[in-house]
């Protein structure tokens, strides 16, 4: 898939099992009405991936991974490779997401490894970065992304999505102002600039971290904001099509 301008991806990070892929199917049904400049995509577990694929049937929606390891092939018990995750259908994986940053302790060299190998195989990456609460409120949060960016983000951006998601946003049901997302995403956008030149400004920078129906309005019509990474809203058709509707308006 080459990177379009606009990009929904729901993390459905450990839920789900074959039951739910009655809601991926509804999913795929409405995103066969969707702009063309506008995708969706849903990333289940690993084991859902093929079946989610199936699912998903011919239309539009894209199926994601969540996770790969950087390697080919080798002794990395429980992990899952580029290839594996394109045999089943993967065309994006995410990269960098803050709880594997937390809590599998991975850098930003071991992040940018992964984006490489999954933009070398021919997916997508949507590389995450995002500040702590402790660092915006120390006035930390543009350096600590600006070094998550400098650190985790392959040599080019063909096939490359950004995601802002602050830490303290997720799963918490509170979100930045639109004044901060705006700032953020204004740097960010800063940084892909000049780190790639045109195909920078031409990557999606998604914003994440408790997006629902009730604010993805105002959350996707931030300047800068080309799309949602969203997590428990996109357990079920009903609210992820909800903001991925928001998207269109
Ligand atoms: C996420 O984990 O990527 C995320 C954005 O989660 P939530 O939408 O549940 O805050």
Redesign the pocket.
Known sequence: MDTPRKLIAG?W?MNGTAAALAEIAAMADAARDLPPNLTVAVCPPATLIDRARVAAGEGPLIVGAQDVHAEPAGAFTGSVSVEMLADAGAKLV?VG???RRADCGETNPDVRAKAEAVVAAGLTAVV?VGETEAERDAGDALSVIAGQLDGSLPANATRLAV?Y?PVW?????RTPTALQIAEVHAAIRSDLIARYGDAGAATPVLY?????PSNATELLHVDNVDG???????LTAADFLAIVRAAVR
Not at 208 to 212: A, L
Not at 228 to 234: E, I, K, R, Y
């Open positions: 993390n990070k995410i997401h803050s709880e995450c995601a998601e946003a997720i799963g918490t049901g994440g971290g408790s997006v629902k949602a990474l969203v997590g428990g809203a996109s």
